[in-house]
C-alpha cells in the first residue's frame, strides 16, 4: 500500500467544502469521484482532550515504524521568514514517530525503529514514546550523532514549511541518517504487521538501505507496506536525483501502478483514495475535510496515517479493508477525523487525538455520508 499527496493540514479545512485541486489529477489509479456533501458546510468542536483507554482491534498484529524522531521547532510567529522569527517552541515529532506515537494512543501494538543521539534531545523523544506506550527496543544509539532538530516557520493561516536544520547541509550528520540495517527487527514483520516508512531516509545511504531491507523483507513476509512520500526539499542536495531515489523505493515497496492502493491527503481539500480488492475491482472516492479551527497543522497528515492503520487493523487486514468500499469509505472519513483533531493544536505528537476524540468527530460525519 502506498500513501502518497502532500501531507498538509489532512482531514483538516477552514472552508468546509472541496475546492478543485491539483492533488486530484495526481492520483495513479483510476475511477477519481467526488464524495458527497457538496457545498454544505458544519462547523464541528473538538474537545482539548479526553482521558480514554484505547482497545487493541482484534487480530491486530504490530505496526513497525522506520525513520526519524526529531524535534520541530515551531516558530511562535506566524507569516515571517525564519531570519524574522523572535522565539521558537520546540515539539517532538518526526513523521515516523508521529506515526508511532499516534497509532499507540489509538490502541496499536507499536515498535519504532529510529537513531537517536545519547544526547538530552534523544532522551526527551524516548520519553514521549515511553509515555504512549511504543516499544523502544530496537532503537539505535550511534556514538557521537546528535539528535536531529528542525526549524518549521508558518504562514499566516498556520500551515507549516521547513527551514532547515541546526546542522549545516542537508542534516547528514544526525543520528536518524545512521539507522543499520542489521538491526533491524525483521522478525516482528509477520503477515498481520504493518510496515510504515517514509522517504526522507532515503537521501542518507545508511539509513535508507536499512529503508529497502525492511520494506523488501516486509513484502516477503506478507506484511502490509505503508510508505508515506513525504518531499521536503531542504532533506536533498540534488531534487532532481531525489526524484528518482523515491520511485526507485517505491519498486521495493510497489512502485504506483501495482500498489495495492493510494491515498492523497490536499489539507482544506479533503483526502482522495483508491485501492484494488484482492478480486482486482477498483473503489475509489474523495471525501471531504473537517472543518475545524486550525491551529497548527504539523502532524496532521501522520494522524491521518494512523487513523488509516487503525481502520485497516479493525477490519482485518487490507484484503478485508479493500474488498469492502463501505469500511474503505469510513476508514478513510475515520483518518480524516484523526488529522483534522489533530490540527486544533500545536506540536505534532502532543495534539494527537484520543481514540475517543477522533470517534466523537467521526460520528458527526454520518450527516454527510450515508454510513448508517
Given at each position: ?160 514549511e521547513f527551514s532547515g536544520f541546526g546542522l549545516p547541509g542537508i542534516g547528514e550528520g544526525y543520528a536518524d541518517a ?143 479493508l479493500s474488498a469492502n468500499p463501505r469500511l474503505l469509505k469510513e476508514a478513510v472519513v475515520f483518518a480524516s477525523a484523526a488529522g483534522a483533531s489533530t490540527c486544533t493544536r500545536a506540536g505534532a505528537i502532543h495534539a494527537q487525538p484520543t ?18
Amino acid at each position: 500500500m502506498l500513501c502518497a499527496g502532500a501531507n498538509r493540514g489532512a482531514g483538516a479545512s477552514r472552508r468546509g467544502a472541496h475546492q478543485p485541486n491539483s492533488a486530484w489529477s495526481a492520483l495513479p489509479l483510476k475511477s477519481i469521484k467526488r464524495g458527497d456533501g457538496r457545498g454544505r458546510s458544519a462547523r464541528l468542536q473538538v474537545r482539548a482532550d479526553a482521558a480514554h483507554t484505547a482497545s487493541k482491534p482484534a487480530n491486530a498484529g504490530t505496526v513497525v515504524c522506520i525513520g526519524e524522531a526529531l524535534f520541530d521547532l515551531i516558530a511562535d510567529q506566524k507569516g515571517v521568514p525564519r531570519d524574522k522569527v523572535k522565539s521558537w517552541t520546540p515539539h517532538a515529532g518526526g513523521a515516523p514517530c508521529n506515526v508511532a506515537t499516534a497509532c499507540a494512543r489509538l490502541g496499536l501494538d507499536v515498535t519504532f525503529v529510529t537513531a537517536l543521539g545519547d544526547d538530552e534531545l534523544g532522551e526527551k523523544l524516548l520519553d514521549v514514546c515511553r509515555e504512549r506506550g511504543v516499544k523502544l527496543h530496537a532503537v539505535q544509539r550511534p556514538a557521537g550523532r546528535p539528535t536531529r532538530d528542525v526549524f518549521v516557520v508558518r504562514d499566516a493561516s498556520g500551515d507549516r514549511e521547513f527551514s532547515g536544520f541546526g546542522l549545516p547541509g542537508i542534516g547528514e550528520g544526525y543520528a536518524d541518517a545512521f539507522i543499520e540495517a542489521d538491526k533491524l527487527p525483521l522478525e516482528e514483520l509477520t503477515p498481520g504487521s504493518v510496515l510504515v516508512t517514509g522517504t526522507l531516509g532515503l537521501s542518507y545511504p545508511v539509513t535508507a538501505a536499512a529503508l529497502r531491507r525492511a520494506a523488501a523483507a516486509a513484502k516477503g513476509a506478507g506484511s502490509t507496506v505503508l510508505v508515506d512520500v513525504n518531499w521536503r526539499p531542504v532533506f536533498w542536495k540534488d531534487t532532481e536525483e531525489a526524484k528518482q531515489v523515491i520511485l526507485d523505493y517505491l519498486q521495493v515497496a510497489e512502485r504506483f501502478p501495482s500498489a495495492r492502493g493510494v491515498l492523497i491527503t490536499a489539507g482544506p481539500e479533503g483526502a482522495a483514495y483508491s485501492f484494488r480488492s484482492p478480486t482486482k475491482a477498483e473503489h475509489s472516492g474523495v471525501v471531504r475535510a473537517f472543518d475545524v479551527g486550525v491551529v497548527d497543522t504539523t502532524g496532521a497528515g501522520d494522524a491521518f496515517t494512523a487513523g488509516f492503520v487503525y481502520k485497516m487493523a479493525q477490519a482485518g487486514g487490507l484484503d478485508a479493508l479493500s474488498a469492502n468500499p463501505r469500511l474503505l469509505k469510513e476508514a478513510v472519513v475515520f483518518a480524516s477525523a484523526a488529522g483534522a483533531s489533530t490540527c486544533t493544536r500545536a506540536g505534532a505528537i502532543h495534539a494527537q487525538p484520543t481514540l475517543e476524540l477522533v470517534e466523537e468527530l467521526y460520528r458527526q460525519s454520518q450527516k454527510w455520508y450515508n454510513f448508517w
